[in-house]
C-alpha cells in the first residue's frame, strides 16, 4: 500500500543536504541502512542505538524511534519537524521542514517577532483626541477628532482616563463635533481568508471592550465629565492637528494576551500597527523573512503566505524551517525582540495554551511555545533549554490531517520532552 509520509530516516538525509558538514558526520555513523529510493515508504521498525553516543546523535536516533512508534499517526497525516540548536547553530533534526504548511494560531509567533524587530518593544497603541482650533476661556472652538489605534484592550475606564486627560486641559466645551477618524487602517472588517463560522473578531481602529463604537463611549464620557460636544460624524483629522490627549498602551502588554491566550484581536491589532493594509503588513514581514533567511547558514529561501496576523486565515503558509530561522533571528537581538518575545510565550504545566501540557516532564517548564490549533490542524512553536547540555533549542512541529488535535498535541508534547532532556 502507498503510504503518504516520508520514510522517518530520511530526515536524515534531508537534515545532511540542507544543514552542511556537522549534520553529515552525523550520519556517517549511523548504524542503520537507508532506503533512498521514494518510492519505498516502508516504515522502520527496528532501530540499533548508535554506538558513538554523542547528544546529537543520540537525539536523532530518539526522534527517528519516536516517529516509527507514531507511524499509524504518520502514514495519514502530515509532518512538518525542524529543530536547531541556536547555541552551536546546528540543525539537530528535520522531517518536511521545507514543507508550506497552515501554521494555525503559531502565526502569531511571526506576527510578534515582525512586531518587535520593527516597532520595538517601547511601541505604543495610542489613542489621540486632536483639534486644530484654539481653546479659549475653556472651550475648544471646533471639532474635536478621535483618532483609534485598534487598541484591543481599550476600556470604558482607559477612554474616562482620556477624558479627565482632556479636562485638564482646560477644556470644558466643544463647540464643534466629534469626528470618529478611522484611517489608522483600511476599511476591511474581516481578515483575507477567515471563515464565517469562526466568531472573526471586527477589525476597526475604534474599539473599545474589544467591539467597534469608541466614538460613542466618548461622547457618553465627554457629557459624563460635564463637557458639552456636538454630534459624531466620520472624517480624518488634518496632518495639522495638535495631540490635546492621549491615551497609551504598551505593544508588550497586548503581546501577552495574544501569546499566553492565543487572542486573536490582539493579533489583528499587533499586525495593523506595521501598515494599514494586509499587502503593505505581509511586505514587512516578507522582509523581515528575507533578512533571517539571510543570517542563515542554510542560505536557502523559505516559502511563506502572509494573510493575516492571528492564523485564522486558510490562506496562511509557513514552513518549519522559517519559524526556526525566525525564532534563531530574535534570540541573535535578546534586548528588542528575544526577551519581550520568551515573557509573552506560554510556559509549559505553568499558564496559557501550555498550562496543562508537559507537566512531570523535562520539557515542563524549560519549554516556551505557541500553540496552533484549528480543524485537522495541531502545530506547536517555539523554544526550549537541554537539559543535558543547558543549550538553547529552537523548534517548530506542525501536524497537519490529524483526526483529533489531541493527536498532535500528544506527538508534540513527547518531542518537547526528548528535545528538553
Known sequence: MKRNILFPLLSIVLLASSCGS????????????????????????????????????LLSWRLDSLLVAE??????????????????????????????????????????????????????????????????????????????????????????????????????RISGRLVADASFKDADEYGWGWCWDDGNPVLSPLLCGGKPGLAMVVQQALRNAGIKVGAIVPGTAPSTARELAAFHRPLTEVLRPMMKESDNLCAEAVFYQLGKSRKQVAA??????????????????????????????????????????????????????????????????????????????????????????????????????QRSTNHLIAFAIMNQGVPRSAQGRAFQDEVCRLLSE
Open 71 to 172: 507511524n499509524a499517526l504518520l502514514a495519514q497525516t502530515q509532518l512538518g519537524l525542524h529543530v536547531v540548536d541556536l547555541t552551536t547553530g546546528k540543525a539537530l533534526y528535520a522531517r518536511g521542514e521545507r514543507q508550506r504548511m497552515r501554521p494555525a494560531s503559531t502565526e502569531k509567533v511571526v506576527t510578534a517577532i515582525a512586531a518587535l524587530d520593527v516597532l520595538g518593544p517601547g511601541y505604543t497603541l495610542t489613542t489621540r483626541l486632536l483639534a486644530t482650533a484654539p481653546v479659549s476661556r475653556g472651550t475648544l472652538q471646533g471639532d474635536i477628532y478621535l483618532k483609534g489605534a485598534m487598541d484591543p484592550l481599550l476600556t470604558v475606564g482607559d477612554v474616562r482616563s482620556l477624558v479627565q486627560n482632556l479636562k485638564a486641559q482646560g477644556v470644558q
Open 284 to 385: 514587512v514581514i516578507a522582509d523581515l523573512i528575507a533578512r533571517a533567511n539571510a543570517a542563515s547558514p542554510a542560505g536557502v529561501e523559505t516559502a511563506s503566505t502572509i494573510a493575516d496576523g492571528s492564523g485564522l486565515s486558510l490562506y496562511n503558509y509557513q514552513t518549519p524551517e522559517t519559524f526556526t530561522r525566525l525564532l534563531a533571528y530574535a534570540a541573535a537581538r535578546p534586548d528588542n525582540i528575544y526577551n519581550p518575545l520568551l515573557e509573552a510565550l506560554p510556559i509549559a504545566s505553568v499558564d496559557g495554551t501550555l498550562k496543562n501540557r508537559m507537566a512531570g516532564t523535562a520539557a515542563g517548564i524549560a519549554v516556551r511555545a505557541k500553540t496552533g490549533t484549528v480543524t485537522a490542524i495541531s502545530s506547536l512553536v517555539g523554544y526550549t533549554t
Open 22 to 57: 556537522s549534520r553529515k558526520a552525523a550520519t556517517s555513523a549511523a548504524p542503520y541502512e537507508i532506503i533512498q529510493d521514494p518510492r519505498f515508504q516502508v516504515p522502520v521498525t527496528n532501530l540499533s542505538q548508535p554506538k558513538a553516543k554523542t547528544p546529537e546523535l
